[in-house]
């Protein structure tokens, strides 16, 4: 009876009232998806290590390191405490792995390094196939 009473005022009345068109949703921004490196010895770094060698943006320690230029000087991170759930890293640079980092078996993570743009993490504790925190 109420749908019956509701088509009716529906046809009296010309209709059902327009809804209110809502406003497009603001974009986020960038920022929240630019991946971190934490050097806790808790979270998984793996994401933040890949994208620094990728020469992608990265934030440590809540500062934003930018991608470089060719050319540019070398970006070196000195003494890490990096933590990650794969067991090894493997550096391609031209299609052939041209390092290693960590050892054989196990997950690994491939990362595709530009040898024009010189970027290192030298010292600290590295840590492989280690619990995580979620």
């Not at 405490?81 to 391609?92: A, K, M, P, T, Y």
Request: hydrophobic share 40%.
């Amino acid at each position: 009876m109420k749908r019956l009473l509701s088509r009716l005022g529906d046809f009296l009345f010309g209709g059902p009232a327009p809804s209110p068109q809502r406003p497009a949703p603001k974009p986020l921004p960038e920022i929240l998806f630019t991946p971190v490196i934490f050097a806790n010895g808790r979270d998984d770094d793996a994401e933040g290590f890949k994208a620094f060698l990728e020469n992608r943006p990265v934030i440590l320690r809540g500062t934003l390191i930018p991608p470089d230029v060719k050319g540019g000087k070398a970006c070196t991170l000195r003494g890490l405490n990096l933590r990650f759930s794969c067991g090894s890293i493997d550096l391609v640079a031209g299609g052939d792995v041209v390092q290693r980092i960590g050892f054989s078996g196990g997950r690994n993570l491939v990362v595709f390094v530009d040898p024009d743009i010189p970027r290192c993490v030298v010292g600290g504790c590295y840590r492989f196939n280690a619990e995580v925190e979620p």
